[in-house]
């Protein structure tokens, strides 16, 4: 297990005990930039707040190397780069239907290289040639469809349009 997985798990074992918390949830957003999002969610009565993790899909081949060796095949097959993301964000609730929430996100962009090289399994590897931090920001509106459920829609400058939706999965009233 890792450990954002084991944060995200404390996280909202710490939250559900709350004696003040309204709810835990999850959620889940998919973006433009061909990224996922999961999401905590501590929901107070007109606030929420949120710990998420974003993972893009990349187009890296085979295994990632850190170091090129000599013996290694240096015909490319193609380069990209790809973000992992931790979002932090608050969310205010307009009225009973309405939701908007801000979001700071923060991580780490990486540049590839894809290689050919029979040695390895798949015939391919990929080599990072360049990581760096990145800091976005992002705003997101959303629906209440019921007491548990909302569907959000929103922009954020590194992930680009997103669309998703939150569950409530434990009430404390």
């Given at each position: 297990?890792?450990?954002?997985?084991?944060?995200?798990?404390?996280?909202?074992?710490?939250f559900?005990?709350?004696?003040?918390?309204?709810?835990?949830?999850?959620?889940?957003?998919?973006?433009?930039?061909?990224?996922?999002?999961?999401?905590?969610?501590?929901?107070?009565?007109?606030?929420?707040?949120?710990?998420?993790?974003?993972?893009?899909?990349?187009?890296?081949?085979g295994?990632?190397?850190?170091?090129?060796?000599?013996?290694?095949?240096?015909?490319?097959?193609?380069?990209?780069?790809?973000?992992?993301?931790?979002?932090?964000?608050?969310?205010?609730?307009?009225?009973?239907?309405?939701?908007?929430?801000?979001?700071?996100?923060?991580?780490?962009?990486?540049?590839?290289?894809?290689?050919?090289?029979?040695?390895?399994?798949?015939?391919?590897?990929?080599?990072?040639?360049?990581?760096?931090?990145?800091?976005?920001?992002?705003?997101?509106?959303?629906?209440?469809?019921?007491?548990?459920l909302?569907?959000?829609?929103?922009?954020?400058?590194?992930?680009?349009?997103?669309f998703?939706?939150?569950?409530?999965?434990?009430?404390?009233?």
């Amino acid at each position: 297990m890792s450990k954002l997985s084991l944060a995200f798990i404390l996280i909202g074992l710490l939250f559900s005990r709350s004696a003040y918390s309204q709810g835990v949830g999850i959620g889940f957003a998919y973006a433009t930039s061909k990224s996922l999002d999961f999401e905590i969610i501590y929901a107070r009565q007109h606030s929420n707040f949120k710990l998420g993790s974003t993972l893009q899909f990349t187009d890296t081949r085979g295994r990632q190397v850190d170091v090129q060796l000599p013996n290694y095949g240096t015909t490319t097959a193609g380069s990209g780069e790809y973000f992992m993301l931790v979002d932090i964000g608050y969310g205010r609730k307009l009225n009973e239907k309405i939701l908007i929430d801000a979001e700071l996100s923060f991580g780490t962009l990486k540049h590839y290289t894809n290689y050919i090289d029979n040695n390895f399994k798949g015939g391919e590897y990929h080599l990072v040639t360049k990581s760096e931090s990145i800091v976005g920001i992002g705003v997101n509106a959303g629906y209440s469809m019921s007491e548990k459920l909302y569907l959000f829609t929103g922009f954020n400058s590194i992930r680009k349009f997103q669309f998703g939706m939150r569950l409530i999965i434990i009430n404390s009233r």
